[in-house]
Structure formats: C-alpha cells, structure tokens
C-alpha cells in the first residue's frame, strides 16, 4: 500500500481536483505517490486517484477497456448474492466478453 494511506481505495492525491472531461490532470500528485505508482501497479490500482490517472492514460492508447473489465471482475469478486452475481456476469459478459461488445477486451485462450 501506498505511505500515508488510509486504507484500500484511498490515498493521499485522493483530494486532486478531478478535471471535467474534457480537460486533462493539471493539479500534481505527491511525488511520493507517483513513485510507488511507477513501482508498482498494485500501488497504483489501490489509490482511486491511480486509476483514474491510469484510466485516462489507457483512453490515448485506446485500450481503457482492460482497465475497467479489470475493475468489473475486482467488484464481482466482492458479490456474494447468487442473484447478483449471476446479474453482474452476464452484464461483465455482455460489455467486455461477448463478440462485438461495446467494450470489447481481448482474451488469449490456452488449451492445456
């Protein structure tokens, strides 16, 4: 976990003023931060603020979607109604998995 933290999903640039979306991160991170980001990607998935930078970083490389199909299956985890799991698997299935979902992520598949 990142220094000074106050636990999974937080950190200290969780206050960073979250810029309309249009308009890029100019506020800057602890310097601190961003190392252990760079050290990291487990650090950097535990801040909020991480994935948000991360999020935006993968939307210029047009790959965001491994990102937020990461995060869908993170939540899913976490679910411990039947129900709702099977309710959050076919959506997970439906945006990143399916052929032709908006989200589309690639999947390799190993025969072993």
């Known amino acids: ?6 636990g999974p999903g937080k950190c200290p640039v969780e206050d960073l003023q979250i810029k309309t979306e249009n308009e890029r991160w100019a506020d800057r991170a602890p310097v601190d931060d961003v190392m252990a980001w ?8 535990e801040c909020k603020t991480g994935q948000l930078v991360f999020e935006e ?3 210029t490389e047009y790959s965001e979607e491994n990102l937020l199909f990461w995060l869908a ?3 899913f985890k976490k679910i411990t ?3 709702e799991m099977t309710v959050a698997a076919k959506r997970i299935y439906a945006e990143f998995v399916q052929v032709d979902a908006l989200r589309q992520v690639w999947l390799l598949y ?3």
């Open 57 to 59: 970083f993968l939307r």
């Open 110 to 112: 190993r025969e072993t």
């Open 38 to 45: 760079g050290e990291s990607l487990d650090q950097l998935l």
């Open 1 to 6: 976990m990142v220094k000074g933290t106050a």
């Open 81 to 83: 109604s039947e129900t």
């Open 73 to 75: 299956c993170e939540d």
